[in-house]
């Protein structure tokens, strides 16, 4: 059974700080590995990765992906209250359904 | 600007009537999803489907279904609703492999 987990599941930082978001998985036919945002409504995404030890970056965040130890990271540097929100981690398999982790909830306070 | 729209945004219904959701989106991808998002379980497939006449069961199906019939649109019917189905239910596209799905604003379905 496919299984995608995200720890830590909740995470409360304060402004500025670097905070270090991860994702395990194990999912038979790997496609990708997807990094979303989600505030009060839809999930938003952020990266997409399907080659290990390529880093994704926008901005003050960032991803990389192992395919060997079978994990993610999203990085968020300099963290600011509009970062709080829920990140979901999610694994596309070949068939371009994807397997969600339960996310992390992050609380970025002033 | 090409989007995804979910509608209604919320519903009240009671159990065992039919409830349909609506999905549609303008960006002529091929793939349509639907997940339910619960506390504590995440986001789940419930159906998915890859084009026009096209649709796959997914982890959580039962109790669902869908139809395809145009590349726009592929709404989500309860047959007969229970209170285990009330969630936030979500759409998504994409346009094919390596590519990310893009989510809708969702439907909060609350089932008396």
């Known amino acids: 059974e496919d299984k995608v987990v995200q720890s830590p599941l909740s995470l409360v930082v304060h402004e500025g700080d670097t905070v270090t978001l991860n994702c395990s998985y194990e999912?038979?036919?790997?496609?990708?590995l997807l990094w979303y945002k989600q505030e009060k409504k839809a999930p938003t995404f952020l990266f997409m990765l399907?080659?290990?030890?390529i880093e994704k970056k926008s901005g003050r965040l960032s991803s990389i992906l192992d395919k060997k130890e079978l994990f993610s990271i999203l990085n968020i540097t300099a963290t600011q209250t509009g970062d709080s929100a829920i990140y979901l981690c999610?694994?596309?398999?070949?068939?371009?359904?994807?397997?969600f982790g339960k996310g992390t909830s992050l609380l970025v306070t002033p | 600007d090409a989007e995804i729209t979910q509608s209604p945004r919320h519903k009240i219904t009671e159990t065992g009537r039919q409830v349909t959701l609506a999905c549609h989106q303008t960006?002529?991808?091929?793939?349509m999803f639907w997940y339910r998002q619960d506390l504590g379980h995440g986001l789940r497939l419930i159906h998915y489907?890859?084009?026009?006449?096209?649709?796959n069961k997914g982890e959580v199906s039962d109790g669902y279904s869908v139809s395809r019939s145009n590349t726009e649109d592929l709404p989500l019917t309860l047959e007969s609703a229970a209170s285990s189905q009330t969630s936030v239910y979500f759409c998504?596209?994409?346009?094919?492999?390596?590519?990310?799905?893009?989510f809708g604003d969702g439907t909060r379905l609350s089932i008396l």
């Open positions: 998504a596209s994409s346009e094919g492999p390596n590519q990310p799905q893009h």
């Open positions: 999912v038979t036919n790997f496609r990708s």
């Open positions: 399907t080659s290990s030890g």
């Open positions: 999610a694994v596309e398999n070949s068939g371009y359904a994807l397997n």
């Open positions: 960006w002529n991808h091929n793939n």
């Open positions: 489907s890859y084009g026009v006449q096209d649709t």
